[in-house]
């Protein structure tokens, strides 16, 4: 069974830019995350999407993050305009069911992004 | 405000010994408490779970234990091997609906020495 894929791997942009992060869930599963992981932090969850619909996006700084996942499959992380605090790792996870049982999630390798 | 906290930055043991990583927590509403494991450049792994009416829940080498009135919850693996070397995650897990909002740690890095 594949795992969550992630791309890009890496990413270097200036102050002001804008940046997107792709993420494909492992086949069937209808739960998506996106993680924000600071150096030194653990992750931080900015969204939930079950199938193509946003469940809790309470943490996601809306006014320069936004995140999609139209078809209920792919997903892509937006942000602009970028600021320095913005570096991190996005991580991606995704998790079979939302049934109330611990759902267990499973994780992208991750897009490390660098805000010079 | 840190919901849950790993103080211990690093942990270093020797092969065969017993490893200890503890984790404490403030919010009495969340559902289950996870640990995660992570190597370089790979995302975290689910290795165990606990609900948080159980006070145990053992795995193989792995057996997390939960004590709700000091809030504090620790992950024992027994033999420590090197390939265990990484970072651990404490984390927890609340329900809202249909929300799942899971909580880290800022892990700690265990170094099992050969």
Redesign the interface.
Known sequence: EAGVAQSPRYKIIEKRQSVAFWCNPISGHATLYWYQQILGQGPKLLIQFQNNGVVDDSQLPKDRFSAERLKGVDSTLKIQPAKLEDSAVYLCASSPKNSGSTDTQYFGPGTRLTVL | DQQ?KQNSPSLSVQEGRISILNCDYTNSMFD?F?W?KKYP??????LI?ISSIKDKNEDGRFTVFLNKSAKHLSLHIVPSQPGDSAVY?C?A?H?????????????TQLTVLP
């Open positions: 849950v289950y996870l995660y450049a790979e995302g975290p792994t689910f779970s995650f984390a897990l329900f809202s609906g249909s929300a799942r909002q899971l909580t880290f740690g800022s892990g």
